[in-house]
């Protein structure tokens, strides 16, 4: 009887599969190596049709698929299990821009290409793909979509939903669901490709997708200020929307620490003031009447003392190197060791109660515990991370952890947030998942999960742990 090895072998040829060790290495472990696992065996198909009799085959076996994009991913969702029998699926060689509409304002791409390649194709067609993040040199455009990525645009564009037109997605079954339209209205019956986005491989396997394209936004003007408070932060981001009619492209906060940090880890990395703020805004926005627009309504912050220093960028130079401290900060804390990431959203009208009310929580909580905060404040997700004492052993770390992730988690649940805004749940935060979704909504993601899984095998025990009863015993173990 074949093996499931070599079934797979067949299916993808000698070129889209490994065994080896050292060129499985970086795939079973995730960026901040917080989680490991084994594998069978890596396949790397060419095509939806491949990814469909992988899928078939694996389902035959009862083997678990782990579908793996840049993984670039924070929770752990495409490091296989400890077992050594599941999948790993790579979507690495399907990498292919389709095609640019430009009339269309869309483009069709294969679920490998790298976001940077996506955009850089958008940009060659004179239009804008507005999904942007420190990763976006490796991480996919399939990864973006299964994680329902945010970044730094999504204030004025949306998260990576808001730019799904269509998709391309093999089900648990191993049929290719041809969802690519690339339509902004479309109203015939439900809108399947939801179910995919932000399901982190657990629903589907995304192969392409049809993106919405932008005009290009044209001259950007990108500025850092540094100012007293992050409460004041928020007002000032409200003001400027205001005075340049919505054309903040991204609004980014950085506290002092964090800026510590970079200047710390990263080589070259040094701040544009000669003097230091206790927060740091990173803003950029599209022209539109010209740069003396964003100069102009500064200009007001700075006399009404809500922003205490600005630099404009002169140039793309002077602009990229500002990019560069932003986009440095999650290796800056890689560098730095272990954190408590909380990735979390409140409505912008809450975030100077949720900080106010946050430093209080902590100073009670843990008052020897380092607050490490920054984030996409544009749009009410703050990565609100903490340091806890580096002479804490492993257990009285686990611990200390799960009581403050408790506290700031129910604080931003009473704020009417998510534990949860832009990385996903993974592995890291199914047990919250539990605590911060209702009965209902669990009860119906799991009948979802059922239903387009039934052998759970599509990234099991990833996002919502499921009870398949009729499985064997060793199947139920998510
Ligand atoms: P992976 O890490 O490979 O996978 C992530 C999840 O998606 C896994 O569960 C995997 O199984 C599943 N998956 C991957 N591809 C597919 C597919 N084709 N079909 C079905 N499931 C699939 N995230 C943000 O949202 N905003 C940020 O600003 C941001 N900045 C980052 C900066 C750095 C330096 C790093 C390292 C990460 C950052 N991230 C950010 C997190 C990460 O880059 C995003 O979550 C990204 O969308 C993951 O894409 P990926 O291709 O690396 O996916
Ligand atoms: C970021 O905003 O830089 C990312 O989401 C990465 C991180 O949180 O570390
Ligand atoms: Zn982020």
Redesign the pocket.
Known sequence: MTTLLEELKGIVGPRGWTTDARALEPHLT???GTYRGRTLVMVEPTCADEVGRIVKACAAAGAGI?????????????VPDSSGQQVI?S?GRMHRVRAVDVENFSMEVE??CI?ANAQEAAKAAGLHLPL?????G???????????????NVGRYG??RALVLGLE?VLADGTVLDSLRSLRKDTAGYDLKQL?IG????L????AASLRLYPDPGELTTAMLGIDSAGAAVEVLRRLKVALDNRIEAFELVSQRVFGLVTQHIAGARSPFEVEYPWYVLLEAASGGGPEGLEKALTAELDAGRVLDAVVAKNETEAAELWRLR?S???AE?QDGKALKH?ISVPLSRMQEFLARGDELLAELRPDARLVAFG?VGDGNLHYNVVLPRTLRDDEWAAEGTRISRGIYDLVDELGGSFS????V?QAKRAWLREYRSGAELGLMRQLKKTLDPANIL?PG??ISVSYTHLRAHETRY
């Open positions: 995730e960026w901040r782990v579908p793996q994009g840049g993984n670039t991913g924070m929770c752990g969702g495409a699926l979507l679920a490998g976001l942007s993040m420190g990763a976006e490796s991480c996919q455009v399939g990864g973006n979509i299964a994680t329902n990525a945010g970044g730094i998260t990576a997605v995919f399901s982190e491989g657990t589907g396997i995304i192969t986009h900060i999650a290796e890689r990735d996409h805004a832009e990385h996903g993974g990234n990833k996002v």
